[in-house]
């Protein structure tokens, strides 16, 4: 009971409407206090419990999905796939089967994966994307310009959103090699007709420049930090 889901909103650049959230765990210790998941997910990876954590985790979210549902109010929910659970051949049915349970339509949620995951084991994780994604789930590559996947390999995932790492985005207005970077990034994904989402961004500089080079969707402590589900819900965006 000490694992729990924050969210992070997804707003759009243009507008400031709240798009979506994106699901990231957290681990509250009652002796340790918050663990972070870049501290855990790696341990539950290494020991073969990343799939018993991922359900539990998925499973939270739906439930706070379907309560906001309840409550009329509807934007996308991201939820992060390990890139191990993709060459999981019963992925795809119980996240359908689990999503079906809760009263969710498949369009509503979109599974992140990292750019890194789609390196390895091509071609067993493109076929388990492709299914998720024929049966309506968006999919998104996250972490995108932090490792080394290039255009061709990019254009094969079917994927409906680019996310542009960090790494990228963060102080981006200051830095011209770094903005033509990013801007080559916006363009290929828009010509590969994906959505784009920069994260981390932190400057309202940054954010000024996002907007200006057509970035759809922001997330960054800049608009807003991860929260717990009640906490969003108070916010004024809703
Ligand atoms: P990620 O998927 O790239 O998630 C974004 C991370 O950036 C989150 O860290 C978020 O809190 C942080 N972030 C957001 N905005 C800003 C910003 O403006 N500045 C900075 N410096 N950081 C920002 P978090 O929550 O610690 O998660 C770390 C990573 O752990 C995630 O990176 C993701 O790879 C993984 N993770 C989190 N939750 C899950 C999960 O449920 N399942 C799996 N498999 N991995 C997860
Ligand atoms: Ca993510
Ligand atoms: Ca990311």
Redesign the pocket.
Known sequence: GYLT??Y?PKLTAKGLLLKGV?????WHDPVKGTI???QF?AVAERHGL?DV??RH?LEIALQQKQQWQRRGVSFNLA????PLSLADPALVDWIAKLTAQYGIAPGEITL?V?ENALLGELASSIQTLARLRLKGFGIAI??YGSGFANAQQLSRVPATEL?ID?ALV?NVATRPQQRTILQNTVEMAHQLQLVTVA????HREDFDLLRQLNVELI????LA??MPADKLMQSPRL
């Open positions: 889901l924050y992070q994106e699901a990231l765990a957290r972070s998941p870049a997910i990343i954590l991922t985790l939820f992060n796939l390990s992140e990292t996250d972490d996310k960090r963060h994260e981390g961004v932190e997330q960054g402590y800049f930090k991860p």
